[in-house]
């Protein structure tokens, strides 16, 4: 299987296997007109198997919303058909408008302006804890 | 901009700055009755009180100040659609420190932090209610001389207890503590007071459904209300609702120096024969909430440089 290699866009890498398509809906990629590709069980050396996303145009990229869908990701951005940069992506410290808090005892579940955010509490588990009423929410 | 919206806000030493605060004034009066001459504080009460409303209110006065109270969210603008943020920032312009109970958990640190004056929680729906841990505090220190080294029994509903979130979490960072949990199945301890809380912190604790069982190991028994108003559906209240009455029966089974504890108010969880007991603190612990309301007043009018 073939894709071209891109000119100016972003490659996100080692995806962990089955979480590529969650993560092309959740970074709206469905709703762009650029071209995108989005590779799913590919060998791998490192993981076995893995998902790819490829953006072929300078989008900008939610890199906590990555961190949270699949912390093992890695975004290389290109340039004029050049590696520029690699990231390696971790959990976000903090999530805002990442997930929403479903607690409806929350204040944010009535005050639809209030932005949903959402601190890391445990780094292990990989848990979240909603700053204003304490709900947990796990990584996806 | 300070505010106090869980007891964690506040490290050991300020708690036990607030305690010997709360101890001066009650042992000299006199000398704090004009402290916050000329300052206002408003109650904003979204969700029905009367303790703890009255009692900010009384602590704002006999500091020699002045209050501007909401009560009820059909009287204010919240009835209107206002956001908490925007409240918080209107009410500033007219008080020096704000109090706030709110059905919304959470709803107190939005407030903080939009409001250019302290915020003090009185209260965040389910989730936490610092000042009431402060009195409990007070009262464990002045009964039983310490707040280490003891057996602290807490009953009743201890899943929506706000009270007893909060005075887990206080009473944690304390030497010495073993907790006894009694409650309904379906009322335990929500995972993040249990993890986050006890197992983190290797506390010991023990999780029980019998009161008889339990009262007799206890320095303090800690009871609580099951409320009828965190409940979503009413079959559920009804079944719980009666899980544990304390009577001088079950008294006899306690040591001689236990402490018995309520946030109140109480509905039938403690029966009225046990208030002639002189191990009742409940109405102590009420007086010892104001004492503390001063002095937290105090503190965080000071730090905001407004006293």
Do not use: W
């Not at chain 2, 209110?57 to 909401?70: P, Q, R, T």
């Not at chain 2, 604790?205 to 190991?217: A, C, K, P, R, Y």
């Not at chain 2, 007991?277 to 007043?297: E, S, T």
């Amino acid at each position: 299987m073939t894709v071209d290699s891109i000119r100016d866009g972003i490659v996100i890498d080692h995806i962990t296997a089955g979480l590529g398509r969650k993560l092309y809906n959740l970074l709206g990629l469905e709703n762009t007109n650029v071209p995108v590709a989005l590779l799913t069980n590919v060998t791998s050396v490192k993981l076995g198997r893995k998902d790819i996303i490829k953006v072929d145009a300078p989008i900008p990229v939610d890199y906590d919303l990555i961190g949270y869908v699949d912390p093992g990701a890695t975004v290389n951005i290109i340039r004029e058909g050049k590696l520029v940069e690699k990231k390696q992506i971790d959990m976000p410290e903090m999530l805002v408008n990442v997930i929403h808090c479903k607690n409806p005892r929350c204040i944010t579940s009535c005050e639809q302006e209030l932005a949903h955010k959402f601190r890391l509490s445990n780094r292990e588990k990989k848990e979240y804890r909603c700053i204003y009423c304490e709900t947990k929410v796990a990584l996806l | 901009m300070r505010s106090v919206i869980d007891v964690p806000d506040l490290t050991l030493e300020e708690l036990d700055r607030l305690m010997d605060t709360a101890e001066d004034i009650i042992a000299r009066p006199d000398q704090y009755s004009e402290r916050c001459h000329g300052k206002k504080l408003a109650t904003l009460f979204f969700e029905p009180s009367t303790r703890t409303r009255l009692s900010f209110e009384a602590a704002m006065y006999e500091l020699g100040g002045n209050v501007l109270s909401v009560t009820g969210a059909g009287t204010s603008s919240a009835a209107k659609g206002e956001s908490v943020a925007d409240t918080a920032k209107t009410v500033s312009c007219y008080a020096d420190i704000i109090a706030m109970r709110h059905p919304k958990e959470g709803a107190a640190l939005v407030a903080a932090n939009n409001a250019s004056v302290p915020v003090i929680n009185a209260g965040d729906g389910g989730h936490c209610h610092p000042t009431q841990t402060l009195a409990d505090l007070l009262t464990i220190r002045r009964e039983k001389g310490r707040l280490g080294n003891l057996t602290v029994g807490l009953c009743g509903d201890l899943k929506f207890g706000r009270t007893v979130h909060s005075l887990i979490t206080a009473m944690s960072r304390y030497e010495g503590l073993k907790f006894v949990l009694i409650s309904p199945e379906e009322l335990k301890v929500p995972g993040y007071v249990k993890n986050d809380c006890l197992i983190k912190n290797n506390i010991p604790f023990m999780q029980t459904t019998s009161l008889e069982q339990v009262i007799g190991d206890l320095d303090i028994l800690y009871m609580t209300r099951v409320q009828r108003e965190r409940f979503f559906n009413e079959e559920d209240y009804l079944r719980l609702k009666d899980s544990y009455i304390l009577t001088p029966e079950k008294m006899k089974k306690g040591r001689p120096d236990l402490c018995v504890m309520h946030p109140l108010p109480r509905v039938n969880e403690i029966s009225i024969a046990v208030d002639d007991d002189p191990r009742a603190c409940y109405f102590k612990q009420v007086l010892n909430g104001k004492y503390m309301r001063m002095a937290l007043i105090l503190m965080l009018l000071k730090e905001a440089g407004r006293i």
